[in-house]
């Protein structure tokens, strides 16, 4: 946990200290620099489809996280995001549900683009946004005595809304689609290839403007 939190804070230090000139340069005194910690809930796709209909998937957990934006034009951003959850790892079962395995944590970072909306519906207190990225999904997974990692890539797409709460401040929601497919080569040594699985983060924050 501790790591995870180390890792959060270093990589808001990194684009902070990166927007620093960015804000001395922009000619038109606007925002340039945003950063959103956020908490939510994390539901994971099924990694493998197998015999009988069974399923190996991560149960539904909590995620918390921080979205950090530099922006590039008045409403286009570069954006780098690191998130972090926690869950129980299960088998799914016909008849009978999920079946706890183990459990496992992920640590998920990114990079991309996101394009505000704001301007276009002429509002000034909301501001829908898409964004769009690539970045990748860390597993650790512990099963019984056995622990594992795993790590690969995953494209995301995300929609959300910016509701202003204050100057520099606004809530935001947001809910983020990532799509990738769990490394069983990594993981476990063999050639298994796993579902592409759709991984839905559903998350709630502030974002503050610099």
């Known amino acids: 946990m501790r790591n995870v939190q180390r890792t959060l804070i270093t990589a808001a230090s990194v684009v902070a200290l990166s927007g620093a000139p960015l804000f001395a340069q922009d000619p038109n005194g606007g925002t340039v620099l945003h950063v959103s910690p956020y908490a939510g809930y994390f539901i994971s796709g099924n990694f493998l489809n197998g015999p009988l209909g069974t399923t190996l998937s991560n149960a539904p957990g909590f995620m918390y996280g921080t979205q950090l934006g530099l922006s590039l034009a008045p409403n286009l951003s570069l954006i780098g995001n690191v ?21 496992s944590s992920m640590l998920l970072y ?26 990748a999904m860390k597993y650790d997974v512990n099963v019984s005595v056995i ?64």
Do not use: C, W
């Open 147 to 210: 622990d594992t990692h795993a790590t690969n890539f995953a494209g995301n797409i995300g929609v959300g809304a910016d509701f202003a709460v204050s100057k520099g401040m606004a809530l935001r929601l947001l809910a983020k689609d990532y799509i990738g497919q769990f490394n069983f080569q990594d993981a476990t040594g063999l050639g298994i290839t796993g579902n592409t699985a759709h991984n839905l983060a559903l998350t709630a924050g502030l974002r503050f403007d610099f």
């Open 110 to 135: 990114d990079a991309g683009l996101e394009y505000n909306l704001g301007s276009l519906l002429g509002s000034k207190t909301f501001s829908p946004f898409i964004q769009g990225g690539v970045g």
């Open 83 to 103: 998130g972090y959850t926690t869950s129980d790892m299960k088998v799914g079962i016909p008849f009978l549900g999920g079946v706890k395995v183990g459990q």
